[in-house]
């Protein structure tokens, strides 16, 4: 059974950098490729920022340049650097998993099947 657990969310001031963390285990087929979510209060879960095998990834516009994801394949560890956070980087972060898909790293939630409960990270200005 594949287990995604996030860590790392917490409270944070306008400006700052938060580094969330993502563990996946428990899969037949050994790797994963990797995404993360976000859901505000009364929004729609929108993509963040996924890592495919080959350590590839890919970013939501919004990002501007501000996260970094990462990616340990030997111990399907994957990590999101969130620099310079303002207060609409507020939501609940999720991890996303899947076996590893050839080509660009993916986007849609739906390319993903294995959910993590959520870190909530909460930017005060």
């Known amino acids: 059974q594949v287990q995604v657990v996030e860590s790392g969310g917490r409270l944070v001031q306008a400006g700052d950098s938060l580094r969330l963390s993502c563990v996946a285990s428990?899969?037949?087929?050994?790797?994963?490729?990797m995404g993360w979510f976000r859901q505000a209060p009364e929004s729609e879960r929108e993509f963040v920022s996924s890592?495919?095998?080959?350590?590839?990834?890919a970013y939501a516009d919004f990002v501007e340049g501000r996260f970094i994801m990462s990616k340990v394949n030997a111990n399907n560890t994957a990590y999101l650097q969130m620099n310079r956070l303002t207060p609409e980087d507020t939501a609940i972060y999720y991890c996303a998993v899947r076996r590893p898909a050839p080509g660009r790293p993916l986007k849609s939630s739906s390319d993903f099947h294995y959910w993590g409960l959520g870190t909530q990270v909460t930017v005060s200005s």
């Open positions: 890592i495919n095998w080959y350590r590839t990834a």
């Open positions: 428990g899969a037949s087929f050994g790797s994963f490729e």
